[in-house]
């Protein structure tokens, strides 16, 4: 029983490249959610997928899209990569929306 | 704008004291409360969460809640040099977590 995991570990893009951050969870989650942590500024939501078919934006979405390919899995997709979203990302799930979340290990992003 | 306030700390206590971390927030609509506890390098894990106005206890984790006065507290009895993190308070109305408050445990 792996909970949340993601990928890739670490990540440096040059501006303007684009990259798809992969996210599974094996706990039958219904929720999951993709979060940013910036050193002093705590966890941003980016984007939230509150059931298997839905998406919505959260506090900082743009510059990103998202895609629930299932129940299992939520991409987080940097079309254009800025030196802004250099950044750490986790993925999380949650059983409901707004439930207890479990966090994957995160993707260490750099953008030069 | 909703905000989840933590005092960023650190926040040093000697082995064996009580550690005391604070959250206050601004939306009266909130319901759910979380703290996180979260090593460097490492990602968010669950320590308590609260529903409730009052005290709930997990072991040697306390987590206090007043919707009244907005805010809510963890207490960490019997500090361990382990226990040094950052601790993250989340508040699950639109999922805003705070910026966390660093502990240190000094043997």
């Known amino acids: 029983n792996a909970g949340v995991t993601q990928t890739p570990k670490f990540q440096v893009l040059k501006t303007g490249q684009s990259m798809t951050l992969q996210c599974a969870q094996d706990m039958n989650h219904n929720s999951m959610y993709w979060y940013r942590q910036d050193p002093g500024m705590g966890l941003r939501l980016i984007y939230y997928s509150a059931s298997e078919g839905t998406t919505d934006k959260g506090e900082v979405p743009n510059g990103y899209n998202v895609s629930r390919l299932n129940k299992r899995e939520f991409s987080l997709r940097l079309e254009s990569a800025a030196p802004s979203q250099t950044s750490v990302y986790f993925c999380?799930?949650?059983?409901?929306?707004?439930?207890?979340?479990?966090f994957g290990p995160g993707t260490r992003l750099t953008v030069t | 704008q909703k905000e989840v306030e933590q005092n960023s700390g650190p926040l040093s206590v000697p082995e064996g004291a009580i550690a005391s971390l604070n959250c206050t927030y601004s939306?009266?609509?909130?319901?759910?409360f979380f703290w996180y506890r979260q090593y460097s390098g490492k990602s968010p894990e669950l320590i308590m969460s609260i529903y409730s106005n009052g005290d709930k206890e997990d072991g040697r984790f306390t987590a206090q809640l007043n919707k009244a006065s907005q805010y809510v507290s963890l207490l960490i009895r019997d500090s361990q040099p382990s226990d040094s993190a950052t601790y993250l308070c989340a508040v699950i109305f639109d999922m805003r977590f705070g910026a966390g408050t660093r502990l240190t445990v000094k043997p």
């Open positions: 939306d009266r609509g909130s319901q759910s």
């Open positions: 999380a799930s949650s059983e409901v929306f707004g439930d207890e979340q479990y």
